[in-house]
């Protein structure tokens, strides 16, 4: 692997992150650490209960936080980012500063049959119908594509298997 033995993997909510992340993780043998399940542990509160209490603006900055400790941090690892994460402060030049990151893509009708199994513990779409939520994504993607497009490799719409991640690091 690269540079510091980092792989950031970052899309939308739904985009498989963390399922994927934890079986390179089992392959290469390296840590997976999901960013989302590090900032409840180091708060010791959800996600949703952080958003609900404090507002998203903390969690954005806490999230930035979390982001730093762990790209300090001098071992090889799998990253699983929030959804957000990408689009708030430096945080991508500090991606690619630090890793490879990877951008799984796909379109707002793969996503959202995806998040209406999955809305509950995520604050942004708890509580969007089915039509409400394609709509949402599709706004979002428009607005965090330009971070997103920062990665510094794209797999789209497309079941990613390990193998496809192994190639590109
Ligand atoms: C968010 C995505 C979530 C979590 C938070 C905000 C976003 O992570 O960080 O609810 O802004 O897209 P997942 O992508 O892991 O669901």
């Known amino acids: 692997m690269k540079k510091s033995g ?10 498989g992150k963390s399922t994927l992340g934890k079986k390179v993780a089992t392959r290469l043998n390296i ?7 590090f900032i409840e542990q180091q708060e010791n509160k959800t996600i949703s209960a952080i958003f609900a209490e404090e507002g998203e603006a903390y969690f954005r900055k806490i999230e930035q936080n979390a982001l730093e400790v ?5 071992d090889n690892m ?8 990408p689009c708030f402060f430096n945080n991508m030049e500090l991606i690619n500063n630090t890793g490879i990151s990877i951008y799984l893509k796909y379109n707002s ?26 709509a949402f994504i599709d706004n979002m993607l428009l607005d965090r594509k330009f971070h997103y ?19 590109l690091i």
Do not use: H, W, Y
């Open 78 to 85: 799998i990253i699983a980012l929030g959804g957000g994460t």
């Open 31 to 37: 840590d997976f650490i999901d960013l989302d399940n």
């Open 149 to 167: 497009n920062k990665a510094q490799f794209v797999v789209e719409n497309r079941n990613v298997k390990v193998e496809d991640i192994l190639v």
């Open 70 to 74: 762990l790209c300090q941090k001098p």
């Open 6 to 15: 980092k792989i950031f993997l970052l899309g939308f909510m739904g985009s």
């Open 109 to 134: 009708g793969i996503l959202s049959s995806r998040l209406l199994k999955a809305k509950s513990t995520r604050p942004l779409i708890k509580n969007k119908t089915k039509e409400e939520l394609v």
